[in-house]
């Protein structure tokens, strides 16, 4: 049973992407944003990026999330920024280290990362757009500085163009997903 972690910096559409997915799939879902602890939403308020002790906590509080839908044998759909390859590990495993860095099949098979690639330019103005959210645009170059963008090859992930509309956005995603699911119960 896999679980979907949209992916992607602030301002790709994981927020619209993976609630129109858990909607047209009927799976429950989980927005990351709001499993921030109050000082990391204050931090990033200030214009202050994140450091991987400040979201430890998160990712570990996330992935907790994750294997509790696993072990419930539920599909599910969670969004996360997943920047770095070991945060996508420890969101996985509950690791971050080299020694969690080998995927077993059931690894594989259990979660996938979807992640929407959109051009910087194309970040920093959608970032600006939104009204009453904690992240500023400024913190967008912090996050694309740290972005390790996965490799299909290597991690359980598929690459979407996000850098068009959404509804073209969410037909490639939900092809990407109907094609991992089959012949799971889609």
């Given at each position: 049973?896999?679980?979907?972690?949209?992916?992607?910096?602030?301002?790709?559409?994981?927020?619209?992407?993976?609630?129109?997915?858990?909607?047209?799939?009927?799976?429950?879902?989980?927005?990351?944003?709001e499993f921030h602890s109050e000082a990391n939403q204050s931090k990033m308020r200030r214009g202050e990026p994140l450091t991987d002790a400040d979201r430890?906590?998160?990712?570990?509080?996330?992935?907790?999330?994750?294997?509790?839908?696993?072990?419930?044998?539920?599909?599910?759909?969670?969004?996360?920024?997943?920047?770095?390859?070991?945060?996508?590990?420890?969101?996985?495993?509950?690791?971050?280290?080299?020694?969690?860095?080998?995927?077993?099949?059931?690894?594989?098979?259990?979660?996938?990362?979807?992640?929407?690639?959109?051009?910087?330019?194309?970040?920093?103005?959608?970032?600006?757009?939104?009204?009453?959210?904690?992240?500023?645009?400024?913190?967008?170059?912090?996050?694309?500085?740290?972005?390790?963008?996965?490799?299909?090859?290597?991690?359980?992930?598929?690459?979407?163009?996000?850098?068009?509309?959404?509804?073209?956005?969410?037909?490639?995603?939900?092809?990407?997903?109907?094609?991992?699911?089959?012949?799971?119960?889609?």
């Open positions: 049973m896999p679980v979907f972690i949209v992916m992607g910096p602030s301002g790709c559409g994981k927020t619209s992407i993976a609630a129109a997915m858990a909607s047209h799939f009927g799976l429950p879902y989980a927005e990351a944003d430890l906590p998160w990712l570990l509080e996330l992935h907790r999330r994750v294997a509790d839908w696993l072990a419930a044998g539920q599909d599910a759909v969670i969004t996360c920024s997943a920047l770095k390859r070991s945060y996508r590990r420890l969101l996985m495993t509950g690791r971050s280290d080299e020694a969690s860095a080998v995927s077993t099949d059931a690894d594989a098979s259990a979660v996938l990362f979807i992640h929407l690639a959109v051009p910087r330019e194309t970040l920093l103005a959608r970032v600006a757009a939104r009204r009453g959210h904690f992240f500023p645009a400024g913190l967008v170059e912090s996050q694309l500085a740290c972005l390790e963008p996965p490799d299909p090859a290597e991690e359980p992930a598929v690459l979407v163009d996000a850098d068009r509309p959404e509804p073209a956005v969410l037909q490639a995603v939900i092809g990407a997903v109907a094609q991992r699911l089959q012949p799971h119960r889609f």
